[in-house]
């Protein structure tokens, strides 16, 4: 599968506002991890899962972006 196939999604974690609370690391600990305390994407284009989104959502400081291929921001919600 081309990594810029429609459907996948693209995450980001902006390490300027990641605190490292570990949240998306426990809500989705398969796609996210914790590297000298700053969260970071396992990959960076994925299939689209729930538990990313959750991750997104619940992250306190709003360092995880997830977007669509071509850019649209699909989490969190703005």
Avoid: K, N
């Avoid at 998306?24 to 990959?43: I, K, M, N, Q």
């Avoid at 960076?44 to 619940?58: G, M, T, W, Y």
Wanted: glycine fraction near 8%; charged fraction near 25%; proline fraction near 9%.
């Amino acid at each position: 599968m081309s990594q810029e196939e429609p459907g996948r999604w693209r995450v980001f974690v902006d390490s300027t506002r990641c605190i490292g609370s570990g949240i998306c690391a426990g809500a989705a600990p398969t796609h996210f991890v914790v590297v000298d305390g700053l969260s970071r994407p396992v990959e960076e284009r994925i299939d689209p899962v729930e538990a990313v989104l959750d991750a997104a959502e619940s992250c306190p400081m709003e360092a995880i972006i997830v977007s669509d291929v071509e850019g649209g921001r699909i989490a969190p919600e703005p």
